[in-house]
Nanobody
Framework: QVQLVESGGGLVQPGGSLRLSCTAS????????IMWFRQAPGKEREGVAC????????QYKDPFRDRFTMSRDKAKNTMYLELKNLRPDDPAVYYC?????????????????WGQGTQVTVSS
């Protein structure tokens, strides 16, 4: 059974930073892509970043590539998403997910395994 557990969310002032973690069960990270999505109230879930195990590349959606950084610690079975220069339009629940395939999948309705999410709030 796939388990993904996010942590690291919280309240931060505009311009601040957070590092989100996604810890996976077993050896999921070794051979599967891991995606980060976010969902703000009243909005659709949107893709943020993805690590592809196919070619060990990291991909970002355009709005986030300059401020967000995804990384991996294989020894800890954990993926990270570092959020920098947070803005008032960044608050959302941030999720990690996997479709148990090596390639990135940006269609949330097609992805089978999700964590519970971690809340990011930006406020002064």
């Amino acid at each position: 059974q796939v388990q993904l557990v996010e942590s690291g969310g919280g309240l931060v002032q505009p311009g601040g930073s957070l590092r989100l973690s996604c810890t996976a069960s077993g050896y999921i990270l070794d051979s599967n892509a891991i995606m980060w999505f976010r969902q703000a109230p009243g909005k659709e879930r949107e893709g943020v970043a993805c690590f592809s195990s196919w070619d060990e590349s990291t991909q970002y959606k355009d709005p986030f590539r300059d401020r967000f950084t995804m990384s991996r610690d294989k020894a800890k079975n954990t993926m990270y998403l570092e959020l920098k220069n947070l803005r008032p339009d960044d608050p959302a629940v941030y999720y990690c997910a996997t479709d148990l395939v090596p390639l990135c999948n940006w269609e949330p309705e097609d992805i089978g395994s999700w964590g519970q999410g971690t809340q990011v709030t930006v406020s002064s």
